[in-house]
């Protein structure tokens, strides 16, 4: 049975629609036959994304009616299917796609008799063979032809020479042949026995099974075939989407062995082509974003309605990064590309890439001091450096097997000093923002390769930096990024003197932004955080239509210690966590603050210690509703004690709240005295039933009427009181209403002192 291969064809409307009444010959002629010789069309561009896919572009000529075809590997189908898009820029069109697919295995064994899985064992063969004529060799007696009957395993005692321990069981496979003449015979399956079924027809079908098995495990390329209708030679561009491995930054951070304020930062980025073809003269572009997008099975057959769910991944835990600060530079216009924007707001049309010839892109590591030796292509001669190095840098390169050095450009390899201007651009659209590598790229398939985006020398300013998330100090590096691209998240590496001074993570930053970057641990520097003080005074009350405010202020002072154990100055960075509504309320003032922090800078001399001092301020506003029967009497009277005045202006609302709670204790006794009266009325009235007819309980009833006569009365004097309590609370909101003060306050404060003090982050 020859491979079912199943051809999709996808109509794809011409983009530059033809006008059957202005060209009535074309419409009239019958369409020329589509040459059969198939022209590859390579790939022009790649853009890489941070969510895992990839922008592919083939672009190249057709001439007339002829076919086009592209390469794809089996997972790029979906994608490829789902976002497909021709483009015939001479006013042609695409009369056809088509693919080779493949019906899924579980479906095609359905067409065989066998009714075998895809994973049989030995006696799911053999059963599929019962009531087949075969033919057995090698059991004794000779050859037995006929027809298999059954399978089934038997459980035995082992034989010593099967069971080394002795006494052991084995499970035996017997097969039940009945043989042409007739007879039944048993036969054990061993290694020495041969089955052959006799049939050409169940041969045939063994062969196919194993046919399919054998080419649904194969991994072989998918050729999407296009037929191209059109007249003369014209450009046909074709682009899709396709799931591609992550594309990751890193970066290198040079320091010059004499200090000048100054740092070289190398980024990379590392690229994997894992795809159908190879990308040969690219233009690439890297995206650091995220366009949604998803998977759907439009390559397989589909033969029931069922949904696909992805596999979630979790983030993993990352080394310590640092907020940016919110300074006035944060807040201004950065350039891209020669035009204005606001860092958080790029309009949407920025592309404008450099189309100036640079020489190309091969990047070279000569003339950076700790970066000498020499880099090494996996087919390219070594690239050496021209300027000063001290030879202890990463001159064992890492480049692949792509031509001379990390990566070849446009054919032709140069040895440079650094990337040139215009050898990267930078593009942002939407949120996105995007590295453009100005001369093509040559990336095999399967293929990794490590690409420059850039190198440039930064401001940059070595600091420890202390937080009270972390009480152990660390060195760190204060960049500012002064070129026009956005600096993708990804790992760096600092290189000082020659020597690798560690690394960390850094996120995102903007042209114009100052970053923090950690990258090892301060073993000479020690903060202390101690002598904490907390001040609140109550400096203001008001009181309107029953509700009275408090304002209070608190102010808090912190003392940090700081010691440099080293033998040089050490700059220090305080991260002092900012509370909310406080503001700073000391003569030091922050060199940074960022939305959870105020960072203050400390110069430490050798051998010596530093005390800074941050004080904060803050207001709070305190609520109280007074209303009648609280019974906030105490608080009342406390508050008549803090200013001059206030005791005249409460005394009334003081009366009256005390009249109020005298006549809601009164009813309060009174409801007591009526329960002690119920219960002695009870106890009269069980102790007349017990007594009926007896001329003691003559007593209890004169107590019972007694008793009655007294309940009555207390009834009355409640509801009295009541009436009384009633017109004293209705007193009591009148006054509540009339009252409103608005007073300055200074005499009520409050300290706290404590020895150390971590405040909560």
């Given amino acids: 049975m020859n491979r079912l291969l199943v051809f999709v064809f996808f109509c794809i409307v011409p983009v530059v629609a033809q006008s059957p009444a202005a060209h009535p010959a074309k419409t009239a002629a019958p369409p020329a036959a589509v040459s059969a010789v198939v022209k590859d069309l390579p790939v022009r561009k790649v853009v890489l994304y941070k969510n895992g896919v990839g922008y592919f572009e083939h672009a190249g000529t057709v001439t007339g009616n002829q076919k086009v075809g592209i390469d794809f590997t089996s997972s790029q189908l979906n994608d490829v299917l789902q976002s497909l898009t021709v483009l015939d820029g001479g006013g042609g069109r695409i009369a056809g796609v088509n693919y080779n697919s493949t019906t899924p295995l579980a479906e095609q064994l359905k067409s065989l008799s066998l009714g075998m899985t895809d994973d049989p064992t030995s006696t799911e063969l053999f059963q599929a063979l019962r009531g087949q004529r075969v033919e057995v060799t090698g059991a004794p007696g000779g050859v037995i032809a006929g027809r298999l ?12 020479s099967e069971d080394p321990g002795d006494g052991g069981t084995v499970d035996k496979f017997y097969l039940t042949v009945v043989a042409t003449s007739g007879a039944v015979r048993v036969i054990e399956l061993t290694p020495a026995l041969s089955v052959r079924p006799l049939d050409a027809n169940l041969q045939g079908q063994l062969d196919r099974y194993l046919q399919l098995l054998s080419s649904t495990r194969s ?10 209708l059109g007249q003369g030679q014209r450009q046909l561009q074709v682009s899709y989407i396709s799931e591609v491995p992550v594309w990751k930054s890193t970066y290198r951070l040079v320091f010059p062995r004499v200090a000048n304020g100054s740092a070289t930062m190398q ?40 949904p696909e769910i992805p596999i979630a991944t979790e983030a993993q835990t990352t080394p310590q990064t640092h907020e940016s600060g919110e300074d006035e530079n944060r807040l201004m216009s950065s350039t891209i590309n020669g035009q204005l924007v606001a860092p958080r707001s790029i309009p949407h049309d920025i592309r404008t ?14 003339g950076m001091e700790g970066l000498g030796g020499s880099i090494h292509g996996a087919n390219g001669g070594p690239m050496t450096g021209t300027g000063s190095g001290s030879g202890n840098g990463f001159g064992a390169g890492v480049g692949g097997n792509i031509g001379g050095g990390i990566y070849r450009a446009s054919g032709v390899d140069r040895v440079s000093d650094a990337i040139q201007e215009g050898d990267v651009s930078t593009n942002a659209f939407d949120d996105f923002f995007e590295y453009s590598l100005a001369q093509p790229v040559t990336i095999h398939q399967n293929e990794s390769a490590m690409v420059p985006i850039l190198q440039q020398e930064f401001p940059a300013e070595h600091v420890t930096l202390w937080s009270d998330r972390d009480a152990q100090p660390l060195r760190a590096v204060w960049l500012e990024n ?57 400096h203001h009350i008001a009181m309107h239509q029953g509700l009275l405010v408090e304002s209070t202020t608190q102010v808090d002072e912190s003392n940090y210690t700081v010691t440099n154990a080293a033998p040089e100055t050490r700059t220090v960075i305080v991260e002092h966590p900012r509370k909310p509504n406080a503001t700073l309320d000391s003569e030091v003032k922050p ?19 530093v005390t800074l001092h941050v004080g904060e301020r803050a207001t709070f506003k305190e609520t109280i509703r007074i209303a009648p029967g609280d019974d906030r009497t ?18 009334p609302l003081m009366d009256a709240e005390k009249s109020l709670s005298d006549l809601n204790r009164k009813i309060g006794e009174i409801e007591a005295k009526e329960k002690t009266l119920s219960d002695d009325e009870a106890r009269d009235r069980d102790n007349l039933t017990a007594l009926k007819g007896n001329d003691a309980g003559k007593r209890f009833v004169e107590e019972l009427n007694r008793a009655e006569d007294d309940i009555q009365q207390a009834r009355k004097d409640r509801e009295g009181v009541e009436k009384d309590r009633d017109a004293a609370r209705a007193q009591v909101e009148a006054i509540i209403d009339r009252l409103a003060f608005d007073q300055d306050l200074d005499v009520a404060t409050e300290s706290n002192q404590f020895g150390d003090r971590r405040p909560n982050r």
């Fill in 149 to 160: 009957m059954s399978i089934e395993s038997r459980t035995e005692k082992a034989a010593k």
């Fill in 219 to 228: 991994t072989g390329l998918r050729h999407l075939t296009m037929d191209a």
């Fill in 267 to 306: 980024g990379w980025a590392v690229v994997d082509n894992t795809v159908g073809a190879d990308w040969d003269n690219v233009q690439l572009s890297l995206v650091a974003g995220a366009p949604q997008s998803f998977i759907q099975p439009l390559s397989q057959p589909l033969y029931t309605r069922r």
């Fill in 353 to 366: 890439v450099a189309e100036k010839q640079a020489p190309p892109a091969s990047f070279g590591v000569a």
């Fill in 482 to 538: 002064k070129s026009n691209l956005t600096l993708d998240s990804g790992s760096f590496s600092i290189f000082e003197s020659g020597e690798f001074a560690g690394e960390g993570l850094l996120d995102p930053i903007h042209p114009g932004e100052k970053r923090l970057l950690s990258y090892a641990a301060d073993q000479a520097v020690r903060v202390h955080h101690g002598g904490f003080a907390q001040t609140r005074t109550l």
């Fill in 591 to 609: 060199t940074e603050t960022t939305a959870t922090a105020y960072r203050f800078r400390v110069i430490v001399e050798p051998h010596q210690s």
């Fill in 634 to 651: 105490g608080f009342i009277v406390s508050v008549t004690k803090l200013a001059p005045g206030l005791e005249e202006k409460l005394k």
